[in-house]
């Protein structure tokens, strides 16, 4: 299973993220969407689970939770916008894989098992990285995750 990670798009999902993620069997968006247009754009890819950041305003917002626990090919998701904002000791929760974003600066790390993940901003990086998207592919129970970073 091949999961395409977003976060960030502000309003906008360029030509590039959408090529980054067309072989994505699902898509998580970490917040920020900024337009709902985005999340049409992303579901005419893979289906697609968002949540609402701190930048989301409007009452089409509203629909989407603040996190969302997931679980695909046998491996527990925990999505949120902020990690300052997490409602749940992951570990303890059984969660596996944490995905936020929120700092546009893509991350990948482990912490007593887990992994975090950030994906950067699709819309624009922060000191001196690049847009980028990421990529979580899950094969016989085995996370292999990774940034891609956008041109231009």
């Not at 917002?61 to 679980?71: F, G, R, V, Y």
């Not at 819309?123 to 847009?131: F, K, N």
């Amino acid at each position: 299973m091949r999961l395409g990670i977003i976060s960030d798009t502000h309003g906008t999902i360029s030509t590039q993220a959408l090529d980054a993620l067309k072989d994505a069997d699902h898509i998580f968006h970490a917040g920020d969407v900024g337009d709902p247009g985005v999340l049409k754009a992303l579901q005419a890819v893979a289906p697609i689970n968002a949540v609402r950041g701190n930048m989301d305003g409007g009452a089409w917002s509203k629909t989407l939770p603040p996190n969302d626990m997931i679980e695909l090919a046998g491996t527990v998701f925990y999505l949120v916008h902020d990690l300052h904002t997490m409602d749940i000791d992951p570990l303890a929760a059984g969660v596996h894989v944490v995905i936020s974003g929120h700092t546009h600066q893509p991350e990948i790390k482990h912490h007593n098992g887990i992994l975090y993940f950030n994906p950067g901003s699709s819309s624009y990086g922060r000191y001196g990285q690049p847009s980028s998207v990421g990529q979580i592919d899950i094969h016989g129970g085995k996370v292999d995750p990774k940034i891609i970073a956008l041109q231009g």
